[in-house]
Nanobody
């Protein structure tokens, strides 16, 4: 059974960094495009970043460009979101997701598997 497990959320000061990891189980990881989404309090879930199966192409939401970096290790079956220069507006539950779509997509319904989410809080 397919499963995604997010690790690494927590509390961080504004301007700080945090690294989220997502470990995949039960499906052919290197055949899937991987992504991160987030849902801030009172807001809809939004796209953060995605990466193709070969780690050649990455895409970022406008609000995180230049601050967040997505990467993957197909041997370890892990996708990582490195978050730098964090701001209070980045406070959200962060979700890992997997899609069999070959092309970049920000449409949540296109994603086949989702993690349970991990809380990131940016506050002084």
């Amino acid at each position: 059974q397919a499963q995604l497990v997010e690790i690494g959320g927590g509390l961080v000061l504004p301007g700080g960094s945090l690294r989220l990891s997502c470990v995949a189980f039960g499906f052919t990881f290197n055949s899937y495009r991987m992504a991160w989404f987030r849902r801030a309090p009172g807001k809809a879930r939004e796209f953060v970043a995605d990466i193709d199966w070969s780690a050649t192409y990455t895409y970022y939401g406008d609000s995180v460009k230049g601050r967040f970096t997505i990467s993957r290790d197909n041997v370890k079956k892990v996708v990582v979101l490195q978050m730098d220069s964090l701001a209070p507006e980045d406070t959200a539950v962060y979700y890992c997701a997997a899609t069999s779509s070959y092309d970049h997509t920000e449409t949540m319904s296109s994603y086949d598997f989702w993690g349970q989410g991990t809380q990131v809080t940016v506050s002084s």
